[in-house]
Structures are given as structure tokens and as C-alpha cells.
């Protein structure tokens, strides 16, 4: 189990009369229940006008789990009035306590006589891990990782290194006990927490390249080609230049020769203010029949 006060590891568990089992620490002092695990028990009701207190109605009578001065909402089991049960609390647990700096990020509960399906998912327990070596290779990892905490939590490359050109005189740690307190332990917390940092990334800048004046002033006057066309039956009035890759389609109200001026006289103004004025207009036979030729 990892919390901010460091890490634990509990092999045993103990039984909630009424209730469901729990792993228990000899020096914890709660247990958290999840309002889903007693609910699936007994019918609980909430109502914070009448008390602030979740109610558990039990074959026995009602047990309050009341608000405490801190804001949370705590039991004292050890209340006769507050057991779920008349039947005593049974413990069948002893718990196996590991230094924060030794336990790996994989550490957990690891319930005794619980089926695999019934752990927490998406995590692997060292507990688990080391049961699938032996004694002596569960040392030899433990010396790996003893000693990339004594050099500074290196990186496992550089570590590997250090180990293989012999850089510490009579160093029993071979690059198969780094590998193997990898597979054991996971990745060391401390060695993420200090090397993971927020990078700053590298401002934004504008990288605009001047047009050359002789580009410029080959391209400056503009040969229009234009057409009507239609997209889902609205019509547009589509206009390409034949130097310049210049394309514009402008969606016009109707189709009659007024829109149609319109839509060219701003084509034209937009291109007299950009210096590069019309030259040549090319439109096929559709435009005259409409007076558009002036």
C-alpha cells in the first residue's frame, strides 16, 4: 500500500464480522470501507438533515458511522453498540513492514487465500514477484537495488556500466542482479520522482521570409480566370490566377449579372490594394450571354 507517509507491505488479513475481510497492520488504526462493500451488505441511508451520519441498518439495529471534528466519517468498533454483529473480531494476520526506501513502486496488499482475479488491477506485487524466485535470487536483487541507492540512484544503464567495467573493486552485484531487481521491484520511485522535471519549451517565434522585389515585380500584374460553380446546390463565383497559385470562390445570393459585378468589383479591389492589379479577364461563353463583358 503507498500512501504519502511511505509504503507498507501486508501479507495476512483479518475479518469484519458482518462484514468482508480486510488486511490488517498491527500498528495501523482504521480500516477504510467502501460505502459499495457495505451497501452490498446491509441498506445504508444518508439524511444530513436529520443527523450527519451514514446510516447501517442490520438484522441487529442500526449502526451510525458518524462525522468526526475532522470532517470524515469514522466508527469506533470496538463500541459493542457499533459491531455489525454480536460475533467477536478474528484475526488471523501478522504484517510484514518494509522502510519506504526499500519498497519497490509495486508494492501492496496482498491478501492471504484471495484468488489473483480478486487483486487490485493494473498493479503487480513485489510479494507476488518474489514468489516466482528463489530465496537467494530475491537477495541478490535486493543487493542491486541497495547499492543504485548508495551511488546516487543512477540511471540502470549507466549503473549496468558501472558494474561491468569493474569501476568498484570486489562489487558482488553482476548487471543480471540489476536486471533482476527490475523485474522484482519495477522502476525505483526515487530515481523517477528526481529525474522526471517539467522542460520549458522553447518560445515561438515568427519566421516570415520577404518576397524578393524582382519576384515581386514579375508577378505584379494578375491574369484572372473565373467561373461559376456549385457546391450542394449553392452557387459560388470561382476565381485562379495564372501566375500566382491565387484561388478565391466567393458564395453568391443568386445568379443574376448585379451579384455577379459585385462579387468581381471586391475581387478587384482586394487585388488594387495588394498591388497586383487585373490585367486580363478569362471567363468562357456563359458570362457574355449575360452582359458581363464590358
Avoid at 148 to 175: E, Q, R, Y
Avoid at 196 to 217: F, N, Q, Y
Avoid at 267 to 274: I, M, T
Amino acid at each position: 500500500m503507498a500512501t504519502n507517509a511511505g509504503m507498507i507491505e501486508s501479507v495476512k488479513e483479518g475479518d469484519i464480522p458482518g462484514l468482508d475481510s480486510a488486511a490488517i497492520n498491527k500498528n495501523g488504526i482504521a480500516n477504510i470501507l467502501s460505502l459499495k462493500r457495505v451497501a452490498d451488505k446491509y441498506p445504508v441511508t444518508f439524511d444530513s438533515r436529520v443527523e450527519r451520519a451514514f446510516c447501517v441498518h442490520t438484522p441487529d439495529g442500526i449502526v451510525k458511522i458518524k462525522e468526526t471534528s475532522e470532517g470524515l466519517y469514522a466508527l469506533e468498533y470496538l463500541k459493542p453498540e457499533n459491531k455489525f454483529t454480536g460475533v467477536p473480531a478474528t484475526a488471523r494476520t501478522v504484517v510484514e513492514e518494509v522502510p519506504p526506501q526499500q519498497a519497490g513502486p509495486r508494492a501492496a496488499l496482498v491478501p492471504v487465500g484471495t484468488k489473483p482475479q480478486e487483486q487490485a488491477a493494473f498493479m503487480e506485487m513485489v510479494a507476488e514477484n518474489k514468489s516466482n524466485h528463489t530465496k537467494a535470487e530475491c537477495q541478490r536483487a535486493k543487493r542491486a537495488r541497495d547499492l543504485l541507492w548508495a551511488l546516487g540512484f543512477p540511471s540502470i544503464v549507466d549503473l549496468k556500466k558501472i558494474v561491468h567495467v569493474n569501476s568498484i573493486m570486489d562489487c558482488p552485484v553482476t548487471t543480471q542482479d540489476v536486471d533482476l531487481a527490475e523485474k522484482i521491484y519495477g522502476p525505483d520511485v526515487a530515481s523517477i520522482k528526481g529525474k522526471t522535471t517539467h522542460k520549458k519549451p522553447p518560445p515561438a517565434r515568427s519566421d516570415i521570409v520577404a518576397i524578393p522585389p524582382e519576384l515581386h515585380a514579375a508577378q505584379r500584374d494578375v491574369d484572372l480566370c473565373f467561373d461559376a460553380m456549385f457546391v450542394n446546390q449553392i452557387p459560388f463565383l470561382t476565381s485562379v490566377s495564372k501566375q500566382t497559385p491565387f484561388r478565391r470562390a466567393d458564395p453568391l445570393p443568386s445568379q443574376s449579372t448585379k451579384v455577379h459585378v459585385q462579387c468581381l468589383e471586391s475581387l478587384f479591389a482586394l487585388c488594387e490594394q495588394s498591388e497586383h492589379p487585373i490585367r486580363s479577364l478569362h471567363f468562357d461563353r456563359e458570362f457574355p450571354r449575360r452582359n458581363m463583358v464590358s
